[in-house]
């Protein structure tokens, strides 16, 4: 038998290191892989399904089609003000300015002013304290859609856990896209939904 027919018959010549199978380009996870990642998320249903970070090529790629659905997925959760978060690109801010300021003058000495911003201000509370909430599970599931290399890589760095602890969802999503992408944290994070139309659709889906 030639060296050539042993190469290609899969032999112990230098041909067989390169006819690797699929199973173990698969395993691999390299460039130019044919066999899928056997990782596939924690979500196994529903609007993450599918979504998932594990082959370090393509971790751009992936992060992008992850990203694109967060909303939705908020949606999905009830979570209304999570969407419009990861929507409008714009933060949830401080307690003290998400609640209405306190009767002032005239308006303080009146009792029934006073309980309706009393009221008010409760289910203000209310919907803050769910939307931070809410901030930390969806972190937690997109923690859930990252391999075990690509959640060491976003551990391993010093601001994790203050990104974490601080239940920011759009510091969480700039700080992975920086790791997908291998760049600067300080980048943009993602461009905000400005179709009008795109937005009522994500509205009318929650409703």
């Not at 937690?140 to 203050?162: H, K, P, S, Y």
């Not at 239940?167 to 896209?177: E, G, P, S």
Request: hydrophobic content about 35%.
């Amino acid at each position: 038998m030639s060296t050539q027919e042993q190469n290609n018959s899969g032999g112990r010549g230098q041909g067989s290191g390169c006819r690797q199978t699929n199973k173990h380009k698969g395993e691999r996870g390299g460039r130019g892989g044919n066999a899928p990642s056997k990782f596939k998320g924690q979500q196994t249903d529903g609007v993450l399904k599918d979504m998932y970070i594990c082959v370090r090529d393509g971790q751009p790629s992936q992060f992008s089609k992850l990203e694109k659905v967060l909303p939705a997925y908020a949606l999905s959760r009830k979570q209304t003000k999570v969407a419009m978060i990861l929507i409008t690109k714009r933060p949830l801010g401080t307690i003290k300015n998400y609640i209405n300021a306190y009767p002032t003058g005239a308006a303080a000495a009146d009792e029934a002013t006073v309980k309706i911003w009393e009221q008010k201000a409760k289910g203000q509370q209310e919907e803050f304290n769910a939307a931070v909430k809410g901030q930390q599970d969806m972190m937690m599931a997109i923690l859930g859609q990252c391999n075990e290399a690509t959640r060491a890589q976003v551990e391993a760095d010093e601001d994790f856990a203050t990104i974490l602890n601080d239940r920011k969802i759009l510091d969480f999503i700039q700080f992975l896209r920086a790791v997908c992408y291998d760049t600067s944290a300080s980048r943009s994070l993602f461009q905000p939904m400005h179709s009008t139309n795109q937005l009522k659709r994500l509205i009318q889906f929650d409703n």
